[in-house]
């Protein structure tokens, strides 16, 4: 059900109107003086983006500041586990 909007020709206030089906009423009731001298208007649209779209519009610096700051952490170290280790040779058996 869309929402179309309306401008009051007389006092040229705004109405919005909620209607059943897409065959939009030519005119309707002003809510601020009752005149039915009103013509619709474009409404302006919004719209959710999804998370991929989101991150496309991500700044490509981003990628290299987030590797950046990974790469600055101690769980970045691979060899870390294996400096912990005992060697198999120092097992005991």
């Keep these: ?3 179309y909007e309306y401008r009051c020709q007389d006092c040229r ?3 919005s109107k909620l209607w059943r089906g897409f065959d939009a009423p030519q005119s309707i009731l002003c809510a601020a003086c009752d005149s039915e001298n009103t013509s619709r ?3 302006s649209v919004a719209f959710h983006k999804s998370l991929g779209s989101k991150l496309q519009d991500l700044d490509p610096k981003y990628d290299r500041m987030v590797d ?3 790469a600055n952490t ?3 170290d691979e060899n870390a586990f294996l400096r912990k280790s ?3 040779s120092n ?3």
């Design 68 to 70: 950046t700051a990974a």
């Design 13 to 15: 206030q705004k109405t």
């Design 41 to 43: 208007v474009i409404s």
């Design 74 to 76: 101690a769980s970045s």
């Design 86 to 88: 005992t060697p198999l």
């Design 1 to 3: 059900m869309p929402i």
């Design 91 to 93: 097992a005991d058996a």
